[in-house]
């Protein structure tokens, strides 16, 4: 049913600057990519993917942007909140060789796929890109995880100077990869695409959203393709048919805005 | 799936005959802040708050979808006569097929409902409307009226061209736990299977008192639940709420339902039913 289920806030966590994770109480399967409808009472409800997987717990990662996840941010252990989901197609980890690109808020969507990829003993290199180090979240978490860890940072802060799209050619040029999966910034994401051709490319979109399932049609891109249900993780076949990816999205009332 | 020409397109390559736009004002509309939609037991309950890019922006839309010669039912709202039939203009000069007037959200200040509950206005507004427009006029009025059947006759009055009825019934879901309305908007609108008796209902008494053709529209999910509302009195029907419970292939099943009901009672015409019910 999609109705929101109210569930009491177990943990809050800072991670960077402005980025904070809650988690919550919620049992059952959810896949790396897949989100949640976040219900504020009395503010608003956001779709945020899932950026922690245990079997009871479950916890998403997001930074301050507005007044939703502002008020989000303010809430504490004990604090209410409801929970519709998961909603959407998450991401399938089809090759053995995964380059991993991580931008922004978007590093707590593909955060969960890394640790899946790692269990299931894929061999994975990660690139996460950030404006500046404050910035940066879950790096020790995907370290410990023992995969292939490049930080990328706009002002050189810490690790590779420059954009994490920069590195990840350098990478796909040397490396054979299967696999890219990515989240982050979708003009980044866009870059991505026409760097990495093979057909094995996910990368995760997000649009303003209501209904979540597939209904209102708010979230539609191309040609009708629902972020919240066909998405919000699409691979190159479906991509190539958006033509707004990279270039707009829509605002709440429906008018296109350059990205 | 009503937001934009390439969900639109998407239905329509789906098996609808038509689609309707999402309800377009003079300027942009943000409309409420989420929960806008959630679901229910029997049905969806909404309260989107008639978001809404402003009918300049929503040009190029009509202008793809008739790229592909899709027909276009294009959905207004105003608050004013002047104001509808300026939206009436703009959409004909875009290329749209028909004009529905929007008198009945349930859940927008000065609008909608505010509007389709005074017979005078639904006359007035029709008829500038009509006199604006060369394109059929719709008026798709509300079930949350003791009087709907004197609103109906006013459309016709107004030379409306047909009736849609009906729009969502006005609702609300409370929380238990937090003892606290769900939608932020606190009242919404009811659709879905909870509804198809009162649509049916609605569209048999309009049937009674007006001479032009219904569209029925209300918890249509099934072939037989679109031969209800023709039996009703209803000569074409609108698919909303049923997209979500059947997927958008829900358009051809409902077509081939019927199709197969026809056959199997023996019914060549589909006009052959259609007000069969009022005896």
Not at chain 1, 82 to 95: A, E, H
Not at chain 1, 132 to 143: G, M, V
Not at chain 2, 25 to 54: D, F, Q, S, V, W
Not at chain 2, 137 to 166: C, H, M, Q
Request: a positive charge; aromatic letters at 8%.
């Amino acid at each position: 049913m999609n109705f929101p289920k109210i569930t009491t806030i177990t943990e809050t966590k800072n991670e960077a600057k402005n980025t904070k994770t809650i988690k919550f109480n919620f049992p059952g399967k959810i896949d790396p990519g897949q989100f949640f409808m976040i219900w504020i009472p009395n503010v608003d409800e956001i779709p945020m993917s899932v950026s922690f997987i245990d079997e009871k717990i479950k916890g998403v990662t997001f930074r301050k942007i507005g007044d939703a996840t502002n008020a989000l941010f303010n809430l504490k252990k004990g604090d209410k909140i409801g929970i519709r989901g998961p909603y959407g197609k998450g991401f399938k980890l089809n090759g053995k060789n995964i380059l991993f690109v991580g931008g922004g808020t978007g590093i707590s969507t593909i955060t969960p796929a890394i640790e899946e990829a790692i269990k299931n003993k894929f061999s994975s290199n990660v690139i996460l890109g950030v404006k500046t180090k404050n910035e940066l979240f879950f790096e020790e978490r995907i370290k410990k995880l023992g995969t292939n860890l490049f930080i990328c940072t706009d002002d050189g802060s810490k690790g590779y100077k420059g954009f994490a799209t920069k590195l990840a050619e350098e990478f796909i040029n040397k490396n054979y990869y299967n696999s890219v999966i990515t989240c982050g910034p979708e003009i980044m994401m866009k870059k991505l695409f026409d760097i990495f051709k093979r057909n094995d490319f996910q990368a995760s979109l997000e649009r303003y959203m209501k209904c979540g399932f597939g209904l209102c049609g708010q979230c539609c891109v191309g040609e009708g393709l629902r972020v919240c249900k066909e998405g919000p993780v699409f691979n190159r076949a479906k991509l190539k048919k958006i033509k707004d990816f990279g270039i707009y999205k829509r605002d709440a009332s429906g008018r296109k805005i350059k990205l | 799936m009503d937001e934009d020409a390439g969900s639109m397109t998407r239905i329509f390559k789906a098996g609808a005959g038509a689609v309707v736009t999402k309800s377009i004002g003079l300027k942009p509309r943000e409309g409420y802040p989420n929960p806008t939609i959630i679901e229910l037991e029997c049905g969806i309950l909404n309260a989107m708050g008639l978001p809404n890019p402003g009918i300049d922006n929503f040009k190029d839309e009509i202008a793809e979808l008739k790229k592909s010669k899709i027909p276009v039912i294009g959905s207004i709202f105003g608050s004013k006569s002047d104001e509808f039939s300026k939206l009436a203009k703009n959409m004909e000069e875009y290329g749209a097929d028909a004009i529905e007037l929007n008198m009945s959200c349930p859940h927008a200040k000065g609008y909608g409902l505010e509007i389709g509950s005074d017979p005078k206005l639904v006359k007035e507004i029709t008829s500038t409307v009509k006199k604006t427009v060369k394109i059929p006029v719709f008026v798709k009025i509300s079930p949350n009226l003791i009087n709907i059947s004197e609103i109906a006759k006013a459309a016709e009055k107004g030379k409306a061209d047909s009736i849609v009825a009906i729009n969502t019934i006005k609702a609300m879901k409370i929380d238990l736990e937090l003892k606290t309305p769900v939608l932020a908007n606190k009242v919404g609108g009811y659709s879905g299977d909870a509804i198809k008796p009162i649509g049916v209902r609605c569209v048999y008494e309009i049937a009674d008192n007006v001479n032009i053709p219904i569209i029925g529209v209300g918890g249509i999910h099934t072939g037989k639940d679109a031969i209800e509302y023709f039996m009703a009195g209803a000569t074409a029907v609108q698919i909303g709420s049923a997209l979500y419970y059947r997927g958008a292939k829900v358009f051809k099943k409902i077509c081939n339902e019927i199709e197969n009901w026809m056959k199997y009672h023996n019914v060549k015409n589909i006009s052959e039913i259609i007000g069969a019910a009022h005896k």
